[in-house]
């Protein structure tokens, strides 16, 4: 069977920038290891690619969020372990016996569950998120009795934001320590790396921070851009002064214009918000009208050596385009959709 062409979108993704981002998180976590969550296939980027640079430069923990993702992943590289964050359900139990990754346990049945297996796991405490995890109460309680815990671990709500959250919750989570068998303590994410060296413990769980987001004001100018979405111009085509662009007719040239259609659209993650917002090539090509499903028109009067077939860079620096969008950093990398071919270099 004939292969299929290549993709008119694709993303341009940097190795060079991922692990230079994970270097400078393990800097700032101290004494404490670094590890990577690769959830959401790497947060969008490509779960088996990403593990692959970040354990050839150094990181031994990954993270991801259920036994599907752990299963996709296949056998890590030696030396590396992994830890399903959603824990263990019934119908997990037979793939999970098979793999050799660790559940993190969240709850009484959970722990249930996981002690018929009787091999090495992780445990969530929930100290103030009110998502997953067990109770302060439960783990003091003696609820993890005879559990071979490698990582009791922790999350915060708020590390983003100056809250007396997040004093609160490092405060509960210190009063764990030597209350369990647990070898290593973790709270920390991306954003709570930077809140200092109290919130490393023994393990930090970077992600956003790893894949090009500034999840606080410490990391600005520290962590690189890694993707990078270009679209292939389909056509491109001239217009006089009062035709219009698009569904709905929201652009109306005001002077004659040269427009290019690009292969992008809101089924690639480039949403309805970039309408009239979002620009290519370093904000010298604008948006014009609105984003479609599959297509975008871009003005390209400034630049007329710009033909059909060619590729334009599409400006998706993450803080920038939260701000320009109002999507968070995450809602950005990981609705990038599958038809882009992913390009490493």
Same mark, same amino acid.
């Given at each position: 069977?004939?292969?299929?062409?290549?993709?008119?979108?694709?993303?341009?993704?940097?190795?060079?920038? *991922?692990? %230079?981002?994970?270097?400078?998180?393990?800097? &700032?976590?101290?004494?404490?290891?670094?590890?990577?969550?690769?959830?959401?296939?790497?947060? #969008?980027?490509?779960?088996?690619?990403?593990?692959?640079? +970040?354990?050839?430069?150094?990181?031994?923990?990954?993270?991801?969020?259920?036994?599907?993702? !752990?299963?996709?992943?296949?056998?890590?590289?030696?030396?590396?372990?992994?830890?399903?964050?959603?824990?263990?359900? @019934?119908?997990?139990?037979? +793939?999970?016996?098979?793999? @050799?990754?660790? @559940?993190?346990?969240?709850?009484?049945?959970?722990?249930?569950?996981?002690?018929?297996?009787?091999?090495?796991?992780?445990?969530?405490?929930?100290?103030?998120?009110?998502?997953?995890?067990?109770?302060?109460?439960?783990?003091?309680?003696g609820a993890l009795d005879g559990l071979q815990i490698d990582t009791l671990m922790s999350h915060l709500a708020s590390a983003d934001e100056e809250t007396d959250q997040n004093m609160i919750q490092l405060a509960?989570?210190?009063?764990?320590?030597?209350?369990?068998? !647990?070898?290593?303590?973790? +709270?920390?994410? %991306?954003?709570?790396?930077?809140? #200092?060296?109290?919130?490393?413990?023994?393990?930090?769980?970077?992600?956003? !921070?790893?894949?090009?987001?500034?999840?606080?004001?410490?990391?600005?100018?520290?962590?690189?851009?890694? !993707?990078? @979405?270009?679209? &292939?111009?389909?056509?491109?085509?001239?217009?006089?002064?009062?035709?219009?662009? #698009?569904?709905?007719?929201?652009?109306?040239?005001?002077?004659?214009?040269?427009?290019?259609?690009?292969?992008?659209?809101?089924?690639?993650?480039?949403?309805?918000?970039?309408?009239?917002?979002?620009?290519?090539?370093?904000?010298?090509?604008?948006?014009?009208?609105?984003?479609?499903?599959d297509l975008i028109a871009v003005d390209i009067s400034s630049a007329p050596e710009l033909e059909e077939g060619e590729w334009i860079g599409v400006d998706y620096d993450l803080p920038q385009t939260s701000s320009?969008?109002? *999507?968070s950093q995450y809602e950005l990398l990981t609705g990038l959709g599958a038809r882009y071919d992913r390009i490493w270099a």
């Amino acid at each position: 069977m004939i292969a299929p062409p290549p993709s008119p979108n694709r993303l341009r993704l940097s190795s060079e920038a *991922l692990v %230079s981002n994970w270097r400078w998180l393990v800097r &700032q976590s101290g004494s404490a290891a670094c590890g990577a969550a690769v959830k959401a296939d790497g947060y #969008g980027l490509g779960a088996v690619e990403v593990v692959a640079r +970040l354990a050839a430069a150094g990181c031994r923990d990954f993270f991801v969020a259920t036994w599907g993702e !752990a299963w996709a992943l296949g056998a890590l590289p030696e030396g590396c372990s992994l830890s399903v964050l959603h824990g263990i359900r @019934p119908e997990d139990m037979e +793939l999970a016996a098979q793999l @050799p990754y660790r @559940p993190v346990l969240n709850t009484i049945r959970q722990v249930a569950l996981w002690r018929s297996i009787g091999r090495p796991c992780d445990v969530m405490v929930d100290t103030g998120i009110n998502r997953l995890g067990l109770s302060v109460a439960d783990v003091t309680g003696g609820a993890l009795d005879g559990l071979q815990i490698d990582t009791l671990m922790s999350h915060l709500a708020s590390a983003d934001e100056e809250t007396d959250q997040n004093m609160i919750q490092l405060a509960a989570f210190q009063s764990l320590r030597g209350r369990t068998t !647990a070898k290593r303590m973790s +709270l920390a994410n %991306s954003a709570g790396i930077c809140l #200092g060296a109290d919130f490393a413990f023994d393990l930090t769980r970077p992600g956003l !921070a790893l894949y090009g987001g500034i999840p606080r004001a410490e990391a600005k100018g520290a962590i690189q851009q890694v !993707a990078f @979405p270009e679209a &292939q111009i389909i056509q491109r085509r001239a217009l006089n002064p009062d035709d219009k662009v #698009g569904y709905n007719a929201t652009f109306t040239a005001d002077r004659s214009m040269d427009v290019a259609i690009l292969n992008l659209g809101y089924a690639d993650g480039y949403l309805r918000c970039f309408s009239g917002k979002g620009s290519a090539s370093g904000g010298q090509l604008p948006v014009i009208g609105r984003v479609s499903m599959d297509l975008i028109a871009v003005d390209i009067s400034s630049a007329p050596e710009l033909e059909e077939g060619e590729w334009i860079g599409v400006d998706y620096d993450l803080p920038q385009t939260s701000s320009l969008s109002g *999507l968070s950093q995450y809602e950005l990398l990981t609705g990038l959709g599958a038809r882009y071919d992913r390009i490493w270099a």
